[in-house]
């Protein structure tokens, strides 16, 4: 399938891993790449800059096809050394970066200059605007029902998308949600030239994280996420388990006045115990609705080219009846 997105990034399908904390890693990129995506390792997992180059060299030893790297500008309190990240892409000959959170306005011009491809990831129509204005070449649309931070809108991809393809001349993709060919047949019907996808590539034999993750996904229904952090204006959707009833808990007790510190225990540097040693309640984990359409753990040969075959399918049968 060839669309705005297969183009800009050179890739065959239109379909991306975006970058997951923990999860991200040189085997998941390679997989998802191979399998004829767009793979991304995350950038900020790997400690160090030192870290990301060694991992970026790992997934060109599995892989020749084109793959990214996620950078995520957290908000206030961490900063990381970005300026040393980006010289670690650069140099490792990475072209693709995915870029979070805050603006990535300050390093535009390097990741430019080096000739990197940005896709920004946003929660509102106004922010992707501003992402284009800065000259971002692709925005990835990221809606209510998504696995991480949905931002503070509320606004579901049926809206968003639609509403996103009113307003952008760059192309974007959906994200948040997609997990089957059907639904991305319907983010090309509401104006996106493809999907991202963050837990669904988690529910595959190549992430490398613990059964126990893959086994919660396939167990948990579209009911078994909720939002934390809220009251902090930083929420996360994530998988209903006992550190996040805590954390809830605590929510309704402190109200407004809750601070950070409040919820360390049950958020800070609990992903390495949760998607490496698979202990499932260490703490709050991103998850996304589209947990309740995930029933399997196939390769990601095997998910990518089943949503392929699904989405023509579809086109060719399906919809073409309904034309008039
Ligand atoms: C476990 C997990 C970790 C994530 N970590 C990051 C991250 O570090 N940076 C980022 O930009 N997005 C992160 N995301 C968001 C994904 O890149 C993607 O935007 C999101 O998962 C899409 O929604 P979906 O899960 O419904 O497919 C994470 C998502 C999950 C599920």
Redesign the pocket.
């Known amino acids: 399938m060839k669309t705005r997105i297969t183009e800009l990034f050179g890739i065959e399908h239109p379909i991306i891993q975006?970058?997951?904390?923990h999860?991200g890693y040189a085997e998941m990129a390679a997989a998802v790449s191979n399998a004829g995506g767009l793979g991304i390792i995350?950038g900020?997992t790997q400690p160090t800059p030192a870290d990301l180059a060694n991992e970026i060299a790992r997934c060109h030893e599995m892989t020749d096809k084109p793959f990214g790297v996620?950078l995520?500008f957290l908000p206030g309190f961490a900063n990381p050394p970005y300026p040393e990240y980006i010289e670690a892409i650069i140099n490792g000959g990475v072209k693709i970066v995915?870029t979070?959170?805050r603006s990535p306005e300050q390093y535009m011009d390097l990741m430019k200059q080096a000739g990197i491809k940005v896709i920004h990831?946003c929660t509102s129509v106004r922010h992707a605007l501003k992402a284009e204005r800065i000259g971002c070449d692709a925005i990835?649309v990221?809606g209510f029902?998504?696995?991480?931070h949905p931002g503070e809108d509320d606004i579901p991809n049926m809206i968003l998308l639609p509403r996103a393809a009113e307003e952008l001349t760059v192309p974007f993709v959906a994200?948040?949600?997609?997990g089957n060919g059907k639904q991305l047949v319907a983010a090309l019907a509401l104006g996106a030239d493809g999907v991202?996808?963050?837990?669904?590539f988690?529910a595959t034999k190549e992430a490398p994280v613990h059964q126990n993750v893959k086994d919660a996904l396939v167990a948990a229904s579209e009911l078994d996420t909720t939002l934390i952090m809220r009251p902090l204006r930083n929420t996360e959707r994530v998988l209903k388990n006992a550190a996040v009833e805590r954390i809830i808990e605590k929510e309704k007790e402190l109200g407004d006045k809750i601070q950070i510190n409040d919820i360390m225990g049950e958020v800070a540097g609990v992903y390495p115990k949760i998607m490496s040693e698979g202990t499932m309640d260490a703490g709050a984990?991103?998850?996304?609705?589209?947990a309740g359409l995930i029933h399997d753990v196939p390769s990601c040969q095997e998910l990518v080219d089943s949503m392929m075959k699904e989405a023509n399918d579809i086109i060719n049968a399906r919809l073409k009846a309904f034309a008039s």
């Open positions: 975006g970058g997951m904390h999860v995350t900020l996620n995520t995915e979070a959170g990831k990835s990221d029902e998504c696995g991480g994200s948040g949600g997609i991202n996808m963050g837990t669904r988690i984990w991103s998850c996304g609705m589209v």
